[in-house]
């Protein structure tokens, strides 16, 4: 079955301090990969998106996310995390079939 | 730029009651797909359109339809509402179905069921 795992559900950080979220997917095609974050009270936003090409790929806000397909894993990470990113993000794996699956989301919680 | 207009962006219904939810995609998206969220909940996939025909479908009750009409403007029909139904439902858009490009989200409906 297609699925997506998001290791850490809740995670707290100090201003300044690195992050790193986990994600693996379970598919052995083609996909096309994602992170999006959502503010409290707000709609999903688009941080990152990987299709092809370098595995590493960067995105908005200093956010950036490698793709290694020998893992099945497209982890999230930022060097330095602000008060501002306290949201939840979530990984999503498209699937050949088009559809969208998400993970469980992890709460990030920065701590000023 | 034109992004993905739902509405109501509320909607307060009794048991028992239906709704219907709009979504209107971004401008010359031929593709629609259907999200509910429960609270603290990961976004389900519930179903898709792909120029006006189905093109997938997870887990949307027996009790919910949807279309995508010729504007390609899709709705989502909710019968006989239960309190587990009360979630934030968002709608995404993209050109193309099956890996041809991100989805775009529009700020969802919050369905409030009592």
């Known amino acids: 079955a297609q699925s997506v795992s998001q290791h850490n559900h809740h995670v707290i950080l100090s201003e300044a301090a690195s992050l790193e979220l986990g994600c693996n997917y379970s598919y052995g095609g083609t996909v096309n990969l994602f992170w999006y974050v959502q503010y409290p009270g707000q709609h999903l936003q688009l941080l990152l998106k990987y299709f092809s090409g370098d595995p590493l790929v960067k995105g908005i806000k200093g956010f950036e996310a490698e793709f290694i397909k020998s893992k099945f894993s497209f982890n999230l990470r930022k060097p330095s995390v602000q008060w501002s990113d306290t949201a939840e993000y979530f990984c999503a794996v498209m699937f050949n079939t088009g559809k969208l699956i998400f993970g469980q989301g992890t709460t990030l919680q920065v701590k000023p | 730029a034109a992004g993905v207009i739902q509405s109501p962006r509320h909607l307060i219904k009794e048991k028992r009651e239906t709704a219907t939810l709009k979504c209107y995609p971004i401008?010359?998206?031929?593709?629609v797909y259907w999200y509910q969220q429960g609270p603290g909940q990961d976004p389900q996939f519930l179903i898709s359109?792909?120029?006006?025909?189905?093109?997938d479908k997870g887990s949307i009750p027996d009790r919910f339809s949807a279309q995508q009409f010729s504007d390609y403007h899709s709705e989502l029909n909710m019968s006989s509402l239960e309190l587990g139904d009360s979630a934030l439902y968002f709608c995404a858009s993209s050109f193309g179905s099956y890996n041809t490009g991100e989805l775009f989200f529009g700020e969802g409906s919050r369905l409030t069921v009592l």
């Open positions: 359109f792909y120029e006006k025909m189905q093109s």
């Open positions: 401008p010359r998206h031929d593709t």
